[in-house]
């Protein structure tokens, strides 16, 4: 009777202190935490990693980092349903792949009309552009660049009829791929040589095709020391990269765009190609490539 006695005074003390414990838990790692995913490739990992240290490294909130979470719609709809608070997208899959709207060669239109509809939709916020714009390019070797004074891509006009490409079937199907570039800027390789896309690279190195279809950020640019020729009709559609964020997430921490739209413009193609370089090339670790960069450009002590 005594030891119930006892249980009954000492149980509601106990709950109390649970209960102020969980709070304080709770204020640590629920009110003030934010959530940064990325997708499952290694400029993703990067910026995932880059996005998250600034945050955390300029504010008073709990980052939490999850890289490699999946592909678009994986990373998209964790931010959409709440699981997550923000990741770095790019304006030509918000548009195309998840609005389901044809492509655009203007990245300015591009970038109003997802400001705009995925704030109108989704309650999400496009950020500022980074500044790098990760879409299909057309690469050659120094050597063919100097030798046919190639610096854009409308330059193969007089040339493109002695040269080689290597590309893989997809480039070869879709509309903003090979037939589209031909008829765009009027002219027709010598060759077409259809390849993995792992093959490229070592193709172009080893002179076996003389031109390579690329994606504009790829390291492996810089590995193997190609030039990207300019697409001066804007051909390809845009894909500039911006971080995507939860507009109630803005509202409960509004620092967050103050310190994220300090990367506005920071990050060009070729610097982007060079991080990923560090990373598949010379296989450093994206969380310390990110870091490394976000300390060269004193934006984290």
């Known amino acids: 009777m005594i030891l119930r006695g006892m249980l009954k005074l000492i149980m509601p003390i106990f709950l109390g202190v649970l209960l102020i414990v969980l709070a304080g838990c709770s204020a640590v790692n629920g009110k003030d935490k934010v959530v940064v995913v990325g997708k499952d490739f290694t400029e993703q990992d990067i910026m995932a990693n880059l996005v998250g240290i600034l945050l955390e490294k300029n504010t008073n909130l709990n980052v939490e980092i999850k890289p490699f979470l999946g592909g678009t719609d994986v990373c998209f709809n964790a931010v959409k349903n709440g699981s997550a608070d923000l990741y770095v997208e790019y304006t030509g899959t918000g548009l195309v792949n998840i609005l ?29 552009p980074i500044g790098f714009n990760n879409t299909y390019a057309i690469a050659v070797r120094e050597e063919t660049a100097d030798q046919f004074h190639l610096t854009k891509v409308s330059d193969l006009q007089n040339h493109a009829d002695q040269l080689v ?53 790829d ?83």
Not at 166 to 187: A, C, I, S, W
Not at 203 to 210: C, G, N, Q
Not at 230 to 256: G, H, M, S
Request: hydrophobic share 40%; no cysteine.
């Open 100 to 128: 389901g709207m044809e492509a655009t060669s203007d990245p300015d239109h591009a970038y109003a009309v997802v400001k705009e509809e995925f704030a109108k939709k989704y309650k999400l916020e496009w950020l500022q």
């Open 165 to 217: 490409l290597g590309t893989n079937q997809e480039f070869l199907e879709r509309p903003d791929g090979l037939k589209g570039l031909e008829q765009t800027y009027g002219f027709k390789f010598r060759d077409v040589k259809a390849m993995n896309v792992g093959l490229k690279y070592s193709a172009i190195s080893e002179r076996k095709v003389d031109v390579i279809d690329a994606y504009s950020t």
């Open 219 to 301: 390291g492996q640019l810089i590995k193997h020391n190609l030039v990207l020729l300019e697409d001066d009709k804007q051909f390809f559609p845009p894909y500039y990269a911006a971080p995507l964020v939860r507009q109630d997430t803005l509202e409960k921490y509004p620092e967050i765009k103050e310190v994220l739209d300090k990367l506005a413009g920071r990050i060009d193609d070729h610097e982007m190609a060079v991080l990923n370089a560090q990373v598949d090339v010379d296989k450093k670790k994206a969380k310390d490539v990110a870091e490394q960069w976000l300390r060269e450009e004193g934006l984290i002590q």
